[in-house]
């Protein structure tokens, strides 16, 4: 199966901040990898699709870049609803495979 | 907008079956993929397996020889069979739907339920 890596594992950073997040896919996934955000006691969130479409609602300071096995997660000024843990997912291969993480922390 | 919401016991013995249900409202339950998701306390995400409306399914081979998923489209609700649990099996349940493919990505997401397996 595919192995989804992400860094870091914790980012610290203060609202109005801009935020980048890194998934690493084990082999490529072409542009099938989805971005997520979760809250505590939440269901993960869908953000991303396609490596860069966002899904309905997503503001548009959340966007996504990438292909192959690098991608990359950008929310450019932090919001206080943002900080959260984010799920990379890659989709092109079964089975679905789900990144360990970063977890977006107030500093 | 739709809308998912699982059901089933909380508390599972070990060596024993979870089951749980999804019950989905406000669309056409063909018109989706629907696969069941787990996440262990303070852990990530493990994609469990999907089932389309004709029936047709795929499990993650880590849990294939445990896991069966069925749908009941005449209730609108697709459900989960995890036999021989463990305390590894131990985790928030969720049920999701994709639109685009199999493996995802996953639009909607149940609240989850918590299964905790234990004597």
């Known amino acids: 199966e595919i192995v989804m890596t992400q860094s870091p594992a914790t980012l610290s950073l203060s609202p109005g901040e801009g935020a980048t997040l890194s998934c690493r896919a084990s082999q490529s996934v072409s542009s099938n990898l989805a971005w997520y955000q979760q809250k505590p006691g939440q269901a993960p969130r869908l953000l991303i699709y396609?490596?860069?479409t966002r899904a309905t609602g997503i503001p548009a300071r959340f966007s996504g870049s990438g292909s192959g096995t690098e991608f990359t997660l950008t929310i450019s000024s932090l919001q206080s609803e943002d900080f959260a843990v984010y799920y990379c997912?890659?989709?092109?291969?079964?089975?679905?495979?789900f990144g360990q993480g970063t977890k977006l922390e107030i500093k | 907008q739709v809308q998912l919401q699982e059901s089933g016991p909380g508390l599972v013995k070990p060596s024993e079956t979870l089951s749980l249900t999804c019950t989905v409202s406000?669309?056409?339950?063909?018109?989706?993929?629907w696969s069941w998701i787990r996440q262990p306390p303070g852990k990530g995400l493990e994609w469990i397996g999907y089932i389309y409306y004709s029936g047709s399914t795929n499990y993650n081979p880590s849990l294939k020889s445990r896991v069966t998923i069925s749908v009941d489209t005449s209730k609108n609700q697709f459900s989960l069979k995890l036999n021989s649990v463990t305390a590894a099996d131990t985790a928030v349940y969720f049920c999701?739907?994709?639109?685009?493919?199999?493996?995802?990505?996953?639009?909607?997401w149940g609240q989850g339920t918590l299964v905790t397996v234990s004597s």
């Open positions: 997912q890659q989709y092109n291969n079964w089975p679905g495979t």
């Open positions: 406000g669309g056409s339950i063909s018109s989706y993929y």
């Open positions: 999701a739907a994709s639109s685009i493919a199999a493996a995802g990505p996953f639009d909607y």
């Open positions: 396609g490596a860069s």
